[in-house]
């Protein structure tokens, strides 16, 4: 079978929309990304019930999100 080719330009920009401080910004949850990066690092997101401090954390398609 052929594989497909996925540049990794494609591939980059995937793993930033799947950044947790990107899609709380992205939802307009935040006003700038900045803003979701605090409440993260304060420990005001969590993930699947889990505090998350980590803004890079990456978001799957079935995580549910919780804003404190």
Known sequence: SKSKY????????NKIERRLDII??????F???FEGRSAIISGNVKV?????????????KNDF????
């Open 65 to 68: 999100i919780d804003i404190t």
């Open 31 to 33: 006003g700038s990304p």
């Open 6 to 13: 996925i540049s990794p330009a494609s591939v980059f920009i």
């Open 24 to 29: 709380l910004y992205r939802s307009n949850i």
């Open 48 to 60: 699947n019930n889990k505090i998350v401090f980590n803004p890079s954390f990456l978001v799957s």
